[in-house]
């Protein structure tokens, strides 16, 4: 069976950092394109960053510079993360990630002063 599970989401002051993470079970994603994506309420899900089996990494622009896709060094076959700084009250989201038509159940990111 397979399954994502996000974690790393919460609450955090604009400006603030938070790390997530994407652990995958019954399937790897190095070697297929993995991405995140969130959505807001009253809003589409839409692509916050993706990366290919070669690595190519592609951001949204209104995370470009201040978001980081990544894979673990050791475990880059089933886990991977998404570097947040300088966070603003538009990230609120929940998180999501995903790869070919398989989704996790997401992660709750609230900026909020």
């Known amino acids: 069976q397979v399954q994502l599970t996000e974690s790393g989401g919460g609450l955090v002051q604009p400006g603030g950092s938070l790390r997530l993470s994407c652990t995958a079970s019954g399937i790897t994603f190095n070697d297929k394109t993995m991405a995140w994506y969130r959505q807001a309420p009253g809003k589409e899900r839409e692509r916050v960053a993706a990366i290919t089996p070669d690595n190519r990494i592609v951001y949204a622009e209104s995370v470009q510079g201040r978001f980081t896709l990544s894979r673990d060094k050791d475990n880059y076959k089933r886990l991977a993360y998404l570097q947040m700084n300088s966070l603003k009250p538009e990230d609120t989201a929940v998180y999501y990630c995903?790869?070919?038509?398989?989704w996790g159940q997401g992660t709750q990111v609230t900026v909020s002063s």
């Open positions: 995903q790869t070919q038509w398989y």
